[in-house]
Nanobody, 115 residues
Framework: QVQLVESGGGLVQPGGSLRLSCAAS????????VGWYRQAPGKQRELVAT???????NYADSVKGRFTISRVNAENTGYLQMNNLKPEDTAVYYC?????????WGQGTQVTVSS
């Protein structure tokens, strides 16, 4: 079956960095788009960044210039490099892989930005 396992979350001070990983199994990873979403307490889940199988990227305005999404198809892994983190980035971050008619989610990883 399909599994997405996120890792790399944690507690970081404002201005710090984290790199999230999303390891996929059970799919032909290279043909899926990868997305990172986040959900803060009391708020709806929102899109952070996406990357297509061909490497085209898209970012939410709130993270442009600070976050970088990438993927290594040979490793079946997607990444989200987060720099200059702010308290408002605090949320549970979820990995998503999708293609036409198919949509899979990871279990989420907590990111807390606090001094």
């Amino acid at each position: 079956q399909v599994q997405l396992v996120e890792s790399g979350g944690g507690l970081v001070q404002p201005g710090g960095s984290l790199r999230l990983s999303c390891a996929a199994s059970g799919i032909i990873f290279s043909i899926y788009a990868v997305g990172w979403y986040r959900q803060a307490p009391g708020k709806q889940r929102e899109l952070v960044a996406t990357i297509t199988g061909g490497g085209n990227t898209n970012y939410a305005d709130s993270v442009k210039g600070r976050f970088t999404i990438s993927r290594v198809n040979a490793e079946n892994t997607g990444y989200l490099q987060m720099n200059n983190l702010k308290p408002e980035d605090t949320a549970v971050y979820y990995c998503n892989v999708n293609r036409i008619g198919l949509d899979f989610w990871g279990q989420g990883t907590q990111v807390t930005v606090s001094s």
